[in-house]
């Protein structure tokens, strides 16, 4: 069994690898003009390109004014001409365990936030009373203005926006507003 050792293999090797110049250039005249292409040659087809020269590539739509990726999630919600500042806040999730879960590890819950059943967002704000708290709540969103503080705030789970309850403590001058959380396959998860 003969294997690259071979005489007659390495001489066709390297007839293969070796470079001659006349060869070189008869095989360019030979070419088409599509492989003697340099990378300045590439640009877009003409079929592409429209009438004012820019390419396909810098817009789908010539009549948008600005694209979606553009618009920065949840600005409309934002409001810039409103200069009141926005509150210091503190999200902590939370789990209903009983002696059970602490002791004997019966209900399978552990200490991870995919076992956590409700959402308590604490917002501080020095100065505000109760009367001047506005709090609206959606699935996905918690918008909390007074006429000291404005947050708009994108909460990091789905949550039960109506089951939800608030409480403000006068003494820290801190609301606290318990958040039931919405997440798919959790009556699966936490049975």
Avoid at 56 to 74: L, M, P, Q, R
Wanted: charged letters at 25%.
């Amino acid at each position: 069994m003969e294997g690259l050792s071979s005489f007659h293999n390495l001489q066709a090797l390297s007839a293969l690898l070796s470079t001659q110049g006349d060869d070189d250039e008869d095989d360019c005249k030979n070419m088409k003009s599509s492989a003697l292409m340099s990378p300045g040659d590439i640009h877009a087809p003409p079929s592409v390109a429209n009438k004012t020269g820019t390419t396909a590539y810098a817009k789908a739509d010539s009549k948008a004014i600005w694209c979606e990726e553009e618009v920065i999630e949840g600005s409309q919600f934002d409001d810039l001409t409103d200069t009141r500042p926005q509150p210091e806040y503190d999200i902590v999730l939370k789990q209903s365990v009983g002696t059970e879960d602490i002791f004997l590890g019966m209900s399978g819950k552990d200490p991870s936030s995919m076992c956590c059943d409700s959402m308590l967002v604490k917002i501080k704000m020095p100065g505000t009373k109760a009367s001047d708290v506005v709090l609206d709540v959606k699935d996905k969103f918690l918008d909390l203005r007074t006429p000291n503080y404005k947050l708009g705030l994108h909460l990091p789970h789905p949550v039960h926006s109506q089951e939800g309850k608030a409480h403000f403590y006068s003494e820290r001058q801190e609301l606290e507003v318990t958040l039931p959380m919405n997440r798919l396959m959790d009556q699966i998860n936490l049975q």
